[in-house]
């Protein structure tokens, strides 16, 4: 398989993957499912949550991995890849990842993270507790428009796209 196609694939299954978590969260809000069970809510939030942070953190290790590749096949995108990653940096997703989410424990402070440190990260990532505003930022309502160059996904698009041109 071609580093192109490598590429492809990586950034489709992202798309694929956050489009589909907001869309599972936005079907149980719309079919008023969460009324009177907060349970479940928290659940299929968490697990939502989780699936959209780890594809973020891939964007961060896709940048990592190719970035030579991606730096001479398309250099116009270079410095929107380079905001994108210091975008999800500062929302602190890879820490986030490399402590609690790819792991049992803090492979640093070799201790698992308390409940409230998880809620922390979260909301850290979110940009506090309206995971609705968070997930305007990643993607439009209908995944089809993807056009707004202010969201995660649609950037990803971009690159993507730019991508293809080189098959």
Not at 87 to 93: I, R
Not at 102 to 125: F, M, Q, T
Request: proline fraction near 2%.
């Amino acid at each position: 398989m071609t580093k192109i196609r490598e590429s492809l694939d990586t950034l489709n299954g992202m798309i694929l993957e956050v489009q589909t978590g907001i869309a599972v969260i936005m079907d149980y809000e719309l079919s008023g499912a969460f009324e009177g069970n907060e349970t479940l809510k928290k659940g299929v939030y968490f697990l939502c949550l989780k699936s959209i942070m780890l594809n973020l953190a891939k964007f961060i290790e896709f940048h990592e991995k190719y970035g030579a590749f991606l730096n001479s096949t398309i250099p116009e995108h270079n410095d929107l890849r380079r905001v994108m990653v210091s975008e999800l940096l500062a929302k602190s997703v890879k820490e986030f990842r490399n402590k609690y989410l790819a792991h049992v424990r803090c492979l640093k402070g070799k201790k698992a993270l308390s409940s409230e440190e998880i809620n922390n990260y979260i909301e850290k990532v979110v940009g506090g507790r309206d995971a609705i505003k968070f997930f305007e930022w990643l993607s439009p309502h209908n995944p089809s428009n993807i056009q707004n160059d202010t969201q995660f996904l649609s950037r990803v698009v971009v690159l993507r796209d730019s991508l293809r041109k080189h098959l």
